[in-house]
């Protein structure tokens, strides 16, 4: 059976040999054996044992309250690990948490993020603005909320860029309203338009290829053809021509 000098076990936990020698001291930690010349020599019990000590005490508990856990009876080691293990787990997450929150706050002191959402809604009047996005939030209630928290993630840059594109490709696809809305022209464009429309939503990475919603968002073009206006006015046309585009752009392209 293997068995370990004080030196050996600081060296293998990472606890210095004179604190080892003070939980020995105390009781806390007593080695195996002690030899004729007063050597300390530890066996795998002794080391389940400081691994179970140097556990409570990650987790905040005394030395004499880990001692008389350790010394009941009752103590089940197996027990104690798994309990041990949930309430790590617990940290980790707590710990992955804070990291995600401080690497987010990095970041946006590093690239002037936005930090509230009028700045979502740039170019817009502000009462304009506000209403839409009133009313957006009475149709699609945390939606919104959602979408506003994935947007703020990108830089003012990077807004103003995704904007800018994104008007571009309306313009072209309005421009090709005497066009078939199947017609490959149309359709590539239309790919594009979904894929800027899965950046605002904030859904580039799901695997949900949403086709349902984005077939929705067409059918939102024709009841509501502000989403689809031309110089500033609404466009009945443009509308029913982008819905009709959008449907078959989702059916043949996103099974």
Same mark, same amino acid.
């Given at each position: 059976m293997i068995e370990y000098s004080v030196q050996k076990l600081a060296k293998i936990s990472g606890v210095s040999v004179r604190t080892l020698h003070h939980y020995d001291q105390i009781g806390l930690l007593k080695p195996k054996v002690r030899t004729e010349a007063g050597y300390r020599l530890y066996g795998e019990e $002794?080391?389940? /044992?400081?691994?179970?000590?140097?556990?409570?005490? %990650?987790?905040?508990?005394?030395?004499? =309250?880990? +001692? /008389?856990?350790?010394? &009941? *009876?009752?103590?089940?080691?197996? +027990?104690?690990?798994? #309990?041990?293990?949930? +309430?790590? &787990?617990?940290?980790?997450q707590n710990l992955e948490t804070l990291i995600n929150t401080i690497n987010k706050t990095i970041f946006n002191l590093k690239n002037k993020k936005m930090?509230?959402? $009028? =700045?979502?809604?740039?170019?817009? *009047?502000?009462?304009?603005? +506000?209403?839409? /996005? !009133? !009313?957006?939030?009475? #149709?699609?209630? #945390?939606?919104?909320?959602?979408?506003?928290?994935?947007?703020r993630q990108l830089s003012k840059t990077e807004l103003h860029k995704l904007k800018a594109d994104f008007k571009a490709v309306n313009e072209k696809l309005a421009s090709l309203t005497? =066009?078939? *809305? %199947?017609? $490959?022209?149309?359709?590539?464009?239309v790919a594009l338009h979904y894929t800027f429309i899965r950046k605002f939503w904030g859904t580039m990475d799901s695997e949900d290829k949403q086709a349902k919603a984005y077939v929705g968002l067409g059918d939102l073009y024709v009841s509501d053809n502000r989403y689809t206006e031309i110089n500033g006015e609404p466009n009945a046309d443009f509308a029913d021509f982008m819905s009709k585009a959008m449907k078959y752009f989702a059916s043949t392209s996103l099974k």
């Amino acid at each position: 059976m293997i068995e370990y000098s004080v030196q050996k076990l600081a060296k293998i936990s990472g606890v210095s040999v004179r604190t080892l020698h003070h939980y020995d001291q105390i009781g806390l930690l007593k080695p195996k054996v002690r030899t004729e010349a007063g050597y300390r020599l530890y066996g795998e019990e $002794e080391l389940l /044992r400081l691994q179970q000590i140097l556990f409570y005490k %990650t987790l905040a508990y005394p030395l004499k =309250e880990i +001692a /008389r856990i350790l010394d &009941d *009876p009752q103590f089940d080691l197996i +027990a104690s690990l798994s #309990k041990q293990k949930d +309430a790590l &787990d617990k940290q980790k997450q707590n710990l992955e948490t804070l990291i995600n929150t401080i690497n987010k706050t990095i970041f946006n002191l590093k690239n002037k993020k936005m930090l509230d959402h $009028e =700045e979502l809604y740039e170019g817009l *009047p502000k009462e304009k603005a +506000a209403a839409y /996005r !009133e !009313e957006a939030i009475k #149709k699609w209630g #945390k939606q919104v909320e959602e979408v506003e928290n994935q947007l703020r993630q990108l830089s003012k840059t990077e807004l103003h860029k995704l904007k800018a594109d994104f008007k571009a490709v309306n313009e072209k696809l309005a421009s090709l309203t005497e =066009e078939d *809305p %199947t017609s $490959e022209i149309v359709q590539q464009h239309v790919a594009l338009h979904y894929t800027f429309i899965r950046k605002f939503w904030g859904t580039m990475d799901s695997e949900d290829k949403q086709a349902k919603a984005y077939v929705g968002l067409g059918d939102l073009y024709v009841s509501d053809n502000r989403y689809t206006e031309i110089n500033g006015e609404p466009n009945a046309d443009f509308a029913d021509f982008m819905s009709k585009a959008m449907k078959y752009f989702a059916s043949t392209s996103l099974k």
